[in-house]
């Protein structure tokens, strides 16, 4: 019954996670039209260690110049999703 529907889903998404988390990309963009946009690549509220530490995101990372932060930033983009970054964990 809803006359305006939702444009956005605001959802945390990490590597790890998969392109499709759970199944909320794919019920939103491909069925609603609703854009992923995310936070938290990282991890939430503060960065995950397992994330910052990981030895694949390292050594790709390593490869291109980039910390492992950038990597996991670029992996959400590159599966087309929009990420918005917190500059610190104080808010």
């Known amino acids: ?26 019920a939103g963009e491909n069925v609603a039209g609703i854009r992923t946009f995310t ?8 960065p995950n260690m397992e994330i910052v530490n990981n030895s694949i995101l390292q050594r790709i990372g ?12 670029r992996w959400v983009l590159q599966n087309g999703m929009a990420a918005s970054i917190r500059p610190s964990s104080s808010f």
Not at 40 to 46: A, I, L, S, Y
């Open 1 to 26: 019954t809803a006359k305006v529907f939702p444009a956005v889903n605001y959802i945390m998404v990490h590597v790890g996670m998969g392109e499709d988390v759970h199944g909320l990309r794919g």
């Open 39 to 46: 936070y938290g690549q990282t991890g939430e509220p503060n």
């Open 62 to 73: 390593k490869a291109h110049g980039k910390s492992t932060e950038e990597v996991a930033l």
